[in-house]
């Protein structure tokens, strides 16, 4: 297999979680633009259909529920009927809750904290066995600067992202003599549909400094991580917009 400096992954196959929109979407585009085929992974049927088109034939359609805890466990199954087999996995399915804890409604608390914790652990070790198997793969996930700093704002995001910041780093350990990269990309504030739930007054305080991220800029960097030499593990990338004030 013979790859180029503008197609560095052709002839991998990767698989990404809430692919149909945000990071999710920027990352599956960045990733076919390098060669790769990607299973695009959503519970959005819609949505990933047009993403895909939006893609071309490099893009395959994974409609699943990852809150369903058996379509969850078939992620491996139906990406390897899909693709054959699978070399690179961005986690990057998240959902956000932001304010006062007070206010929050425990529902929403577990519902997030499924999805953002529970949820990449149980696709992580679906998907480790077979790239064990084959001695090599590549996991990334979706963290937030938040995972770094005790954001006052978003308690429970913010904790969410503390502890499948742990994982990453700890799993790494395990995995790394199996040639296995297991990496994570921390941004700040990135303009998608979860800054939805911002508070209004920090929302338009963040668009009038020009300090938000685009999903693109986030992609870009997993490139990067991705085309790494095998040596070279890049754990965790936090980026955030310049003019951004912790």
Known sequence: MTTSTTTPLQG?????????????????????????????????????????????????????????????????????????????????????????????????????????????????????????????????????????FPTPWEPVYASSKWAINCFVQTVRRQVFKHGIRVGSISPGPVITSLLADWPAEKLAEAKAKGSLLEASEVADVVIFMLTRPRGMTIRDVVMMPTQFDL
């Open 12 to 148: 991998q196959v990767a698989a990404v979680t809430g692919a149909a929109s945000g990071i999710g979407f920027a990352s599956a585009q960045a990733l076919v633009q390098a060669g790769a085929r990607v299973v695009l992974v959503d519970r959005d049927q819609a949505a990933l259909d047009r993403a895909c088109a939006a893609l071309g034939a490099q893009a395959l359609p994974l409609v699943l529920d990852l809150l369903d805890p058996k379509q969850c466990a078939t992620l491996l199954a139906r990406v390897l009927e899909l693709a054959g087999r699978l070399d690179i996995f961005h986690a990057n399915a998240g959902l956000y809750v932001g304010g006062d804890l007070v206010e929050n409604d425990p529902d929403a608390i577990d519902r997030m904290l499924n999805l953002n914790v529970n949820v990449v652990m149980k696709n992580v070790h679906n998907v480790l066995p077979h790239m064990i198997e084959r001695g090599v793969g590549d996991i990334i996930v979706t963290s937030s600067l938040a995972a770094h």
